[in-house]
């Protein structure tokens, strides 16, 4: 299966803390996309990190790509309730360009206040 | 602002009425996706268009089509749905150039139930 991990499912967190969210795969990808989708609202792209990065920050967003484990991580420092959501890796695949992504189950992120 | 905008929001329908999910983007995108989300399974691809009179299948497409004859829309038809076609569906749309579509986030419309009895 080309689909990946991702733990935990899911996590609950009060406001203030950090929250770490995992992503494994299987096949080499071109790069890997972080993306949020709040409750009954479409995916919302939070930071693409290419293959040849090991590390992207965007705000209170830390991104980390380890190609050896074939691994990546989301970091979110600092939450707030407002955080709450599901969060998806998606890889986009090394072989061909057709664009497509392949979308990991999420991790289903509460942030109490 | 730059959005994708899919229609209806919601619909429920009954097996083999056809039916159509109409998508619009705003951003001049080339590229063009339809997904569904379904408990368990993630979002899967069901078609996608690279550019204008260009698609392809993605990981699930029986049961649907699309077209593209504008740049700007992408629509999904059900000939004739049925109920394992419940779900929600999303578009998406991207930047870049053929052969970098990959290299580019995707902008995702806020999605369509589809109820299907």
């Known amino acids: 299966s080309q689909q990946g991990e991702e733990d935990p499912q899911a996590l609950s967190i009060q406001e203030g803390e950090n929250a770490t969210m995992n992503c494994s795969y299987k096949t080499s990808i071109n790069n890997l996309q972080w993306y949020r989708q709040n409750s009954g609202r479409g995916l919302v792209h939070l930071i693409l990190i290419r293959s040849n990065e090991r590390e992207k920050h965007s705000g209170r967003l830390r991104v980390t790509l380890d190609t050896s484990k074939k691994s990546s991580s989301l970091l979110i420092t600092a939450s707030r309730a407002a955080d709450t959501a599901s969060y998806f890796c998606a890889r986009a695949l090394g072989s061909g360009n057709t664009g497509k992504l392949i979308f990991g189950q999420g991790t289903t992120l509460q942030v109490k206040p | 602002e730059a959005q994708v905008t899919q229609n209806p929001r919601y619909l429920i329908t009954v097996t083999g009425k056809k039916l159509t999910v109409t998508c619009s983007q705003n951003m001049n995108h080339e590229y063009m996706s339809w997904y569904r989300q379904d408990p368990g399974l993630g979002l899967r691809q069901i078609y996608y268009?690279?550019?204008?009179?260009?698609?392809d299948k993605g990981d699930v497409p029986e049961g649907y089509k699309v077209s593209r004859k504008e740049k700007r829309n992408f629509p999904l038809i059900l000939e004739s749905p049925s109920p394992n076609q419940t779900s929600l569906y999303f578009c998406?749309?991207?930047?870049?150039?053929?052969?970098?579509?990959?290299?580019?986030?995707?902008?995702f419309g806020d999605g369509t139930r589809l109820s299907i009895l």
């Open positions: 268009s690279m550019n204008v009179e260009v698609t």
């Open positions: 998406a749309s991207s930047s870049g150039r053929m052969g970098q579509h990959s290299n580019q986030p995707q902008h």
